[in-house]
Structure formats: structure tokens, C-alpha cells
């Protein structure tokens, strides 16, 4: 298996605009979990999915955020509009976690790093 | 949610074995305790994870006392290439499969 893909990797946008990432787990994963990793606040999670309902979304930082899974085999994480603060990288992470267990291995993506200037 | 507390650094040699400590004074009596590693500009990679004694694969070792209040992570012979850093969670199925990830610690080989 080709591991959870993430793209795009590098982003560079402009203040405003609209930041589509995109993310496909691992074939037969049931749970997917949006991350996202600044020196400031270390490594947060935003979302989690499980067989493809929202479960928690605690983390999502404010209404700006987004985030979608139309399948079992690709979500989107969206900011709209884009703030400079939102500058980090964003990882995908996937696990078999049926029951939504905790104890399920995360596997996670290469990360997408996003620059909003 | 069990808090962690670790070292933020330590420094190795070569072909020394680390260990690296983990705090959490509040596990519950469902929290697993997990090991994460991530090298710069990759995601974390799962290391090994266990609930009680002691647990062994084929990277690391993971001992745990009988209280649980801590646990600590060995690495055997370290490379440079086990430059990284290394971050302990604990969590049981109660929270859903949230990962909780602290500072971590930032493990740093030399030649």
C-alpha cells in the first residue's frame, strides 16, 4: 500500500483566499484524523473521522475551518478565508479502528505545509 | 485526559542505549501507553505501545512499573539516524481515538 497520500505538499497562498487540502487514507482504514503542527502549539488534532462521520471536531480552530468526507477513501480539509496564522503543517492520519479505539496505530500522511502570506 | 510530561531534549552517542521517561500520574485503568517518533518533516511513525510490564519489538522496549505512573522508553544501540523526536500519549478507547501529543522529546545522536 502506497501509505495515507496527502497533496498538495506545498502551498503557498496569500491572505483571503481559500485553502483546499486533500487527503486519501489507507485502503480499509475506517478512521481518519486531520492534524496540524506549529512550533508554537506542537502537534494539534483538529478532526476526526470514523467510518466516515465527524466524531469529534473539538479542535477545529473556528468557523473558517472545514472539513469533509465524502468517502471512505478521501477527505478535504478547507480554510476559508485563509489568515497568515493559519501557516503550518497539516497532517493526515489513518487507522483501522473500527470501534473508534484509541489503542489503533495512527498512520500518518507526509503532511501538506502551508504558507499564507 | 491523562497528562504527560517528558524530558524536551537529551543528547546520545552512538551505539548507546537511550532511555527516555515518560510522567502520567492520572492514566486510567483503560489508557494504553503509546510511542510515537517523527523526523523533521515526516508525520509520526507508531514505535510501540503497551499496558503494563514490559513489551518488546523489533525498534524498541517499553517498561512499565506496576503503578503505571510512568513509563519509559529504551532504545538499544541508538544511530544517528534515531534522530528524532519522540513523543509518549496515554489514552484508552474512552476518549474515541483522539491522540493526545505533548512536547515530546527531542532525542539528538552523535558520532
Known amino acids: 500500500d502506497a501509505g495515507v497520500i496527502q497533496s498538495p505538499r506545498h502551498e503557498v497562498t496569500e491572505m483571503g483566499q481559500e485553502v483546499t487540502l486533500r487527503c486519501k487514507p489507507i485502503?480499509?482504514?475506517?478512521?481518519l484524523f486531520w492534524y496540524r503542527q506549529t512550533m508554537m502549539r506542537g502537534l494539534e488534532l483538529l478532526i476526526y473521522?470514523?467510518?466516515?462521520?465527524?466524531?469529534?471536531d473539538s479542535g477545529m480552530p473556528e468557523d473558517r475551518f472545514s472539513a469533509k468526507m465524502p468517502n471512505a477513501s478521501f477527505s478535504t480539509l478547507k480554510i476559508q478565508p485563509s489568515e497568515p496564522r493559519d501557516s503550518a503543517v497539516y497532517f493526515c492520519?489513518?487507522?483501522?479502528?473500527?470501534?473508534?479505539?484509541?489503542?489503533?496505530?495512527?498512520?500518518f500522511g507526509p503532511g501538506t505545509r502551508l504558507t499564507v502570506l | 485526559l491523562a497528562k504527560t510530561t517528558q524530558p524536551i531534549s537529551m543528547d546520545s552517542y552512538e551505539g548507546q542505549e537511550v532511555n527516555i521517561t515518560c510522567s502520567h500520574n492520572?492514566?486510567?485503568?483503560?489508557?494504553?501507553i503509546t510511542w510515537y517518533q517523527q523526523f523533521p518533516s515526516q508525520g509520526p511513525r507508531f514505535i510501540i505501545q503497551g499496558y503494563k510490564t514490559k513489551v518488546t519489538n523489533e525498534v524498541a522496549s517499553l517498561f512499565i512499573p506496576a503503578d503505571r505512573k510512568s513509563s519509559t522508553l529504551s532504545l538499544p544501540r541508538v544511530s544517528l539516524s534515531d534522530t528524532a523526536v519522540y513523543y509518549c500519549l496515554v489514552g484508552g478507547d474512552n476518549q474515541g481515538g483522539k491522540l493526545i501529543f505533548g512536547q515530546g522529546t527531542e532525542l539528538s545522536v552523535k558520532p
Open positions: 492520519a489513518s487507522s483501522l479502528a473500527v470501534a473508534g479505539g484509541t489503542t489503533d496505530t495512527q498512520y
Open positions: 473521522f470514523n467510518n466516515n462521520v465527524p466524531i469529534d
Open positions: 492520572n492514566i486510567a485503568t483503560n489508557d494504553y
Open positions: 485502503s480499509g482504514h475506517n478512521s
